[in-house]
């Protein structure tokens, strides 16, 4: 009997053929709807408040960029680019369900329920910044990368060990699905079917590191299927495919499913923050420029001007009203009493540590003084 001999080909194991990690795209560049069957079933005034949402995002953005260059606010991460992987997740996303944000997902937590002079206070380094309303489901934005993966796995476990009909939600980055942090989190999940969406926004870029050399898997979605769990990627440039696939992804882990894993496309426009990163010293012009020909905001822009729901005229509505908001909260956010270290300490526990009581105690002499 002849047998076949058994080889070990390493070169066709790179190649799995159980996976489709093909982008999914509703609106196409142009604002033309390339996948009808996809499409939400939203209303037009939803529809109108997803432009506005972003407009909104895009105007905050332009804002914070100049309050910071004052000296009015601090730390800012920018958010240009991604407005449809910030807005279109979140509008999918009910009040009940847990936001554990990024540094650079401040959009996502207003829109959760922040109060906007909160979210510049948390920008100046503010105690008060992270004294968060009790309605409000979040956590204040992680600077550690990877860390919130963790935190996600073991609040999602908890509402469903509550018998809670909700998700817990996050989001990291390119660079952020390098760290351990992101495997544990999603193996965990995925492990005990907690209800969360972990969401990657890979906007190219981890400060001056390329997605290239991130890793060599083809995608970032395609990190799912090791931990088990269904992994999806999405324009992140089209409001209406984010929004398609976070719904998609909700009803799934309510359901019980357990975990979802969402790679949204997209692009950071700005530098990686306001702290003295240069893009033009590690990132081409003209990739930039392609990039900026996907804006989310263009695109809708048409579909809904084409629709005879949009136009100059309420943009420019949306913009005034936007500018006068933040006015306001930053007028709120001034009348905040001075940072003092004291403040900090005394925000930590509801009962201080022996260690953390003495520190006040030196604190309060210097601040009193
Ligand atoms: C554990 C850890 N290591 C390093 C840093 C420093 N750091 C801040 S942002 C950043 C890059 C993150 O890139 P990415 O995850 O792609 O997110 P993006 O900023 O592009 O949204 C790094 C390395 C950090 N904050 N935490």
């Known amino acids: 009997?002849?047998?076949?001999?058994?080889?070990?080909?390493?070169?066709?194991?790179?190649?799995?053929?159980?996976?489709?990690?093909?982008?999914?795209?509703?609106?196409?560049?142009?604002?033309?709807?390339?996948?009808?069957?996809?499409?939400?079933?939203?209303?037009?005034?939803?529809?109108?408040?997803?432009?506005?949402?972003?407009?909104?995002?895009?105007?905050?953005?332009?804002?914070?960029?100049?309050?910071?260059?004052?000296?009015?606010?601090?730390?800012?991460?920018?958010?240009?680019?991604?407005?449809?992987?910030?807005?279109?997740?979140?509008?999918?996303?009910?009040?009940?369900?847990?936001?554990?944000?990024?540094?650079?997902?401040?959009?996502?937590?207003?829109?959760?329920?922040?109060?906007?002079?909160?979210?510049?206070?948390?920008?100046?380094?503010?105690?008060?910044?992270?004294?968060?309303?009790?309605?409000?489901?979040?956590?204040?934005?992680?600077?550690?990368?990877?860390?919130?993966?963790?935190?996600?796995?073991?609040?999602?476990?908890?509402?469903?060990?509550?018998?809670?009909?909700?998700?817990?939600?996050?989001?990291?980055?390119?660079?952020?699905?390098?760290?351990?942090?992101?495997y544990e989190g999603i193996n965990f999940a995925g492990a005990f079917k907690a209800p969360a969406i972990f969401f990657i926004q890979n906007n190219g870029w981890a400060i001056s590191t390329p997605r290239e050399l991130q890793t060599a898997a083809k995608t970032l979605a395609q990190k799912a299927v090791a931990a088990g769990i269904p992994g999806i990627q999405v324009d992140g440039m089209d409001f209406l495919a984010v929004y398609a696939v976070t719904k998609k992804a909700r009803e799934y882990a309510v359901a019980g499913n357990g975990p979802v894993l969402i790679e949204t496309m997209t692009y950071r426009f700005g530098p990686h923050t306001l702290s003295g990163d240069d893009p033009t010293r590690y990132r081409d012009n003209e990739v930039l420029e392609g990039w900026q020909a996907k804006d989310p905001l263009i695109r809708m822009r048409k579909f809904l001007t084409e629709k005879g729901l949009w136009s100059e005229e309420k943009e420019n509505e949306v913009i005034e009203n936007v500018k006068e908001d933040i006015k306001e909260a930053i007028k709120e956010a001034d009348k905040a009493p001075k940072q003092k270290v004291s403040s900090f300490l005394k925000s930590m526990f509801e009962e201080p540590t022996q260690g953390i009581a003495e520190q006040i105690e030196i604190f309060e002499a210097k601040e009193n003084k």
Do not use: C
């Not at 432009?51 to 909104?56: A, G, K, L, P, R």
């Not at 905050?60 to 807005?87: C, D, I, K, M, V």
């Not at 996303?93 to 936001?99: G, P, S, Y």
């Open 1 to 182: 009997m002849v047998t076949q001999k058994q080889k070990i080909d390493i070169d066709a194991l790179l190649n799995p053929s159980n996976t489709d990690f093909r982008m999914v795209q509703i609106l196409d560049e142009e604002g033309k709807v390339v996948n009808p069957d996809l499409m939400p079933d939203v209303s037009d005034e939803e529809l109108v408040q997803f432009m506005t949402d972003m407009v909104w995002s895009r105007i905050l953005h332009e804002r914070s960029t100049a309050l910071n260059r004052q000296g009015r606010l601090g730390f800012y991460a920018p958010t240009a680019g991604q407005e449809a992987s910030q807005l279109g997740s979140i509008a999918a996303i009910e009040k009940e369900d847990v936001l554990l944000p990024g540094y650079r997902d401040v959009p996502q937590l207003i829109k959760h329920g922040l109060p906007l002079s909160q979210a510049f206070l948390w920008s100046r380094g503010h105690v008060e910044g992270n004294d968060y309303p009790e309605s409000l489901n979040a956590l204040p934005p992680q600077i550690i990368i990877g860390a919130q993966y963790i935190q996600t796995a073991g609040v999602a476990l908890g509402l469903k060990k509550r018998g809670k009909k909700n998700v817990a939600v996050t989001y990291t980055g390119d660079g952020g699905s390098s760290q351990g942090d992101f």
